[in-house]
Structures are given as C-alpha cells and as structure tokens.
C-alpha cells in the first residue's frame, strides 16, 4: 500500500497465505518485479486468490479449485486433509531428499504442458497414489469420496518450480536502434565488443516457487519430518545460494514422532490406563492378603 515496487536489494518476494486477492495493480508490480530477474516464493491456499493464480499460469502453473485428500496420512496418524510426500523429483532442492514432509491442506500445483520458450517449469513433490482431489462442495457437504467428473487420483503435485528468461527492455531497443543506424555497430552489439555503448545486457533469469499450502511451513508444523528442510531449501535455491542447501546444521531438538492409529490408542492406553491400574489392582491384593493374615 505505500510503495509501487519491490526493493531493488530484495533476496526474493514471498506471498505466504494470502486470505485476499491481489488487486490489478499489484498483479502488474510482481511481473515488474519478476522482469527485472526477480526471485518469487508463493505459499497458498485452497480456494483462494483467482487473479494471482492466473498470473502464476502465465510462468507455467497450471491450477484447480481443489484440495487433497490422502488416505496414507490417516494410515500415518495424521488426518485426510494433511498429504504426506515421500516422492520427489531430482532437482537442486530436492536432490537426495529422502525425509517425509507434510502438506496440511494443500492444493494442486501442476505444470501446464504448453509453457512458452523462455518458460521452464517442473513439478517437485507428490502425493502418495491413494490420493486424489475434490472441489469445495465436496469439502463442505463432508462428501471426500473421489468424482471422476471434478476430481484428479494421485499421485498429485502439490510443489513446483519454475524460472523465467527475460529480456531487459534497453536491450531491445538499443538492438533496433543500432541495426537502423549503422550495421556494424549492431554487428559489435551483438557481439559484445567493448566501447559500444549499445551493448546488451545478458538476459535475466527469474526463479518461482510455488508451495499448494501455506500451513506446511507455520510455526506448527514448520519440524515436522522433513518440512523445515524443504523450505530453507527452496529458500537457498531461490537466493542462488545453492551451497547452502542441505548441509545446515542438525537441530538437537526432539523431532515429533507419527505414529499409526494403534499405536497412539497403544501409546496411550498402556501408560495411562494399563500400568496405573495395574498397580491399583495390586495393592488392592496385598492390602486384602494383609488383613486375611492379619486377622488368622
């Protein structure tokens, strides 16, 4: 609301979550930014912003109105609606990734198969094959069985990147300009000859990433499995400081442990429920021996 671009020293744009779309003006500022070689990491949500979505479509995403559902994360402990990804694609930031992460309430995030020449996009994470998506009338009526009609079975991309070449506007006019004028001073342009003041500039190289839920790296699930990883490697990735990307120093903090549905009925019944009544029931016997004794 108080400037009308991004920093010229910005690392990288992120759009976390966003509750509300983006108005037509700040569509055209993040394309701005993103000509200019721009880094751009986006974490949504489902049902939501239509006219960023559409923007993204312009650099190779392809979306639906859907959210996931996963019968392997119930299998996990965990809940329909939280995608476990165990496949990933070869790519600098999930190269030998081989740690589980958790996509709670994610949307697809495809790549379109008609991607323009200086558009180069893939898809990085999937869903497990039992999964599959439906729309938000599904969602809302609690009907998550899958329609071939509205739906897509797994696996499904919930992850994906792409970059962008883009060409600086002054190298453009300068090359018409030279070529107008004088043939040989286009012919040195071209060739990037010194004392040419016409020269080009080499062509920029926009990076996006973008994430089909934003819940996978908040605050609550940010150490679970593999999802503080992931993230601080697209972040590496996207600042081109691809030294960093997997060699970050473990935490000794505890990892959260998933656990199947049996297990944490076991877990729970048999230190809470087992083991105290156990002892409830043996001093119940020792006390009643006692008095028998006591009173023989």
């Known amino acids: 609301m108080q400037t009308t671009s991004a920093p010229d020293d910005a690392a990288m744009l992120v759009i976390?979550?966003?509750?509300?779309?983006?108005?037509?003006?700040?569509?055209?500022?993040?394309?701005?930014?993103?000509?200019?070689?721009?880094?751009?990491?986006?974490?949504?949500?489902?049902?939501?912003?239509?006219?960023?979505?559409?923007?993204?479509?312009?650099?190779?995403?392809?979306?639906?109105?859907?959210?996931?559902?996963?019968?392997?994360?119930?299998?996990?402990?965990?809940?329909?609606?939280?995608p476990v990804i165990t496949s990933y694609v070869q790519f600098p930031i999930t190269k030998n990734f081989d740690v589980a992460s958790f996509f709670p309430e994610t949307r697809s995030v495809k790549v379109s198969k008609n991607t323009i020449p200086s558009v180069t996009a893939k898809e990085l994470a999937l869903t497990s094959p039992v999964s599959w998506t439906i729309n938000e009338e599904q969602l809302k009526s609690g009907k998550a069985d899958f329609d071939e009609k509205t739906g897509t079975r797994g696996p499904v991309p919930v992850m994906a990147v792409s970059t962008y070449m883009t060409t600086p506007p002054e190298k453009e006019a300068g090359a018409k300009e030279?070529?107008?004028?004088?043939?040989?001073?286009?012919?040195?342009?071209?060739?990037?000859?010194?004392?040419?003041?016409?020269?080009?500039?080499?062509?920029?190289?926009?990076?996006?990433?973008?994430?089909?839920?934003?819940?996978?790296?908040?605050?609550?699930?940010?150490?679970?499995?593999?999802?503080?990883?992931?993230?601080?490697?697209?972040?590496?990735?996207?600042?081109?400081?691809?030294?960093?990307?997997?060699?970050?120093?473990?935490?000794?903090?505890?990892q959260p442990l998933v656990l199947t549905e049996r297990q944490s009925l076991l877990t729970f019944l048999i230190p809470v429920v087992v083991v105290p009544l156990a002892w409830f029931v043996l001093g119940i016997g020792v006390y009643s021996y006692r008095r028998r004794t006591a009173s023989g």
């Open 178 to 254: 030279d070529a107008s004028k004088e043939p040989e001073s286009a012919e040195k342009a071209l060739t990037g000859q010194k004392g040419d003041a016409a020269a080009p500039k080499a062509p920029l190289k926009a990076r996006l990433v973008v994430f089909g839920s934003s819940l996978f790296a908040s605050n609550k699930f940010f150490k679970l499995q593999g999802n503080g990883e992931l993230f601080m490697n697209t972040v590496s990735w996207l600042a081109e400081e691809e030294n960093l990307i997997a060699i970050r120093p473990k935490s000794s903090r505890g």
């Open 16 to 82: 976390a979550g966003p509750k509300t779309d983006f108005i037509d003006e700040e569509i055209e500022q993040i394309k701005t930014y993103l000509n200019k070689g721009g880094k751009l990491l986006v974490l949504l949500n489902p049902f939501k912003s239509p006219k960023l979505t559409g923007m993204l479509k312009e650099y190779g995403f392809e979306f639906a109105d859907d959210i996931v559902v996963d019968r392997m994360s119930k299998a996990l402990g965990g809940d329909y609606l939280m």
